[in-house]
């Protein structure tokens, strides 16, 4: 009694290692062979075999198979219903077999030709997700005796690890495959489309410093594609299987935004039910984007200089220093540097981010990828309006080429898009798109007004003819203006604007 609780409890050790394979060992092919082999080893078995089923072609295979012969072996196939193996395949029922010389099931055409003999066998189906895949088998034991009703106890647990190690490696798989579609869907999103001079010199300047831990600024106009570049330069280099990380740095108060990029532990505020991993901590070992930095207040700036000086932070509401490996990349809209002479942004947080300095151009100093960017545009929103043959109109190419684009890329692709949905759905034509030029008028300065009448009769106007553009849309308004939306709303009541 004493010997065999020992035998079992020995053998449970065994199958809490295995178990462990099942997590640990990303090869299956190996993992199988593993499990396989240590069945064998436990169960005492002269071979055994794990066949998976073809479910296209209705035949087992062997996927592995142990004993002298085993290498033999692994050359047949079973069809399903055929012997043991493909009787347990069809049915889903384990067979225990202790003399295969009487069982009408018996297919000896295996054992015959590689000259194997076989005396009993034991056959456990493996199952996934309700589904028969395939058997695990056991074949004789080594020392003569026939197989044991309590040996198919421990036959169906290895039956079942298998399974287990299979159906966690098509999950895996499927995970792969589903990664790499979203890549590959993302990267044509984010793709820089062009080919002017401009242009070229901007990627040039991107590949060179992709390779390296250099901070990197950009600048550049609400529009221009500064993200997509910050996600170049990140893909180009050794950092690209690792996360890149985007923040805009204008979406957030400075209490949420500290937050953010740092984390914060449980109960370190009001709605802090647990504790939250921040940007920085999400891109170790990759990059982190900052979009729009020349909004951060003076006291995250100083925060943030911090971090980058120091190389270590800590979670608001914590005091357990953190240090990461991180890629720091940023991006504004404003006059960075006439920002830094006149006191709003940090001097030495400003040549910290800005040891390289790439500039995006706008759209209107490179006009020459218009044409690729709007057909790019179109064949995106063509696929998801399912309009196959739908095409740009001479004159309406010529009245995009003829436009300055305040609002730049962006600006070109929300004109494609309305221009897709609202037209004739065969050719896009100039009244599909939401853009005008402004004709040249004769000066309307008025002698005789006093420098701060002007300048108001000025902002009025300037206003007036924004809003116009934007067919009364503030929020757009105010970024072709760059000045903040409450600041136009304001404006707009001083003046008498009516709505427009």
Same mark, same amino acid.
């Given at each position: ?252 108060? $400075?209490?949420? =935004?500290? #937050?953010?990029? !740092? ?7 009001? +709605?802090?039910?647990?504790? %939250? /991993? ?90 020459? $990828?218009?044409? =690729?960017? #709007?057909?790019? !545009? ?7 309006? +399912?309009?196959?043959?739908? %095409? /740009? ?108």
């Amino acid at each position: 009694m004493k010997r065999t609780l020992t035998r079992e409890s020995s053998q449970l050790e065994r199958l809490r290692e295995i178990s462990t394979w099942v997590s640990s060992v990303l090869d299956l092919d190996q993992l199988l062979e593993l499990i396989i082999e240590k069945a064998t080893r436990m169960m005492q078995a002269k071979a055994s075999s794990l066949l998976l089923l073809d479910k296209k072609t209705r035949k087992l295979y062997f996927k592995v198979a142990t004993g002298e012969k085993g290498s033999e072996v692994r050359k047949y196939e079973i069809s399903l219903g055929q012997g043991i193996a493909g009787y347990v395949a069809q049915k889903g029922e384990p067979l225990l077999i202790p003399d295969v010389r009487t069982d009408p099931r018996w297919y000896k055409k295996i054992s015959e030709s590689t000259g194997f003999e076989t005396r009993s066998i034991a056959c456990v189906p493996m199952m996934s997700n309700g589904d028969i895949i395939g058997v695990v088998e056991i074949i004789d034991k080594e020392d003569g005796s026939p197989i044991q009703p309590e040996d198919m106890k421990l036959l169906t647990v290895f039956a079942e690890l298998a399974s287990l190690a299979i159906t966690n490696a098509q999950k895996i798989d499927q995970v792969r495959r589903e990664n790499r579609n979203l890549k590959e869907e993302l990267e044509q999103q984010h793709q820089i489309v062009g080919e002017s001079e401009a242009l070229a010199k901007v990627i040039s300047d991107a590949f060179k410093v992709a390779n390296s831990k250099t901070s990197t600024m950009i600048l550049g106009e609400s529009g221009t594609g500064k993200e997509l570049l910050a996600r170049l330069i990140h893909r180009a280099g050794p950092r690209k299987d690792k996360p890149l990380i985007v923040i805009n740095c204008a979406a957030l108060p $400075d209490t949420l =935004l500290e #937050a953010e990029l !740092f984390g914060h532990e449980k109960g370190a505020f009001t +709605g802090a039910v647990s504790r %939250k /991993i921040g940007k920085f901590e999400l891109a170790d070992g990759g990059t982190i984007f900052l979009d729009e930095i020349g909004e951060m207040s003076p006291g995250m700036q100083a925060k943030l200089l911090r971090v980058l000086q120091e190389g270590v932070f800590y979670r608001v509401g914590g005091n357990t220093p953190i240090s990461v490996d991180v890629r720091v990349i940023s991006a504004t809209n404003r006059d960075i540097a006439k920002e830094v002479e006149e006191g709003r942004f940090r001097e030495d947080l400003y040549y910290r981010l800005n040891v390289v300095q790439i500039r995006m151009p706008p759209l209107r100093e490179r006009k020459e $990828d218009i044409p =690729l960017l #709007a057909n790019h !545009f179109l064949e995106i929103f063509k696929q998801e309006k +399912g309009l196959q043959d739908l %095409k /740009i109109s001479k004159k309406a190419m010529e009245k995009m080429m003829n436009y300055q684009w305040p609002g730049n890329i962006r600006e070109l692709r929300n004109a494609m898009e309305r221009a897709v949905v609202m037209g004739n759905g065969k050719e896009i034509l100039p009244e599909d798109l939401p853009i005008f030029s402004p004709k040249k008028e004769p000066s309307s300065i008025t002698v005789g007004l006093t420098l701060k009448e002007a300048i108001n009769r000025f902002k009025k106007d300037f206003i007036i003819e924004t809003l116009r553009h934007t067919r009364g849309n503030r929020t757009k308004a105010a970024k072709i203006m760059d000045i903040q939306r409450t600041y136009l709303s304001r404006m707009i009541s001083k003046y008498n604007i009516d709505q427009i």
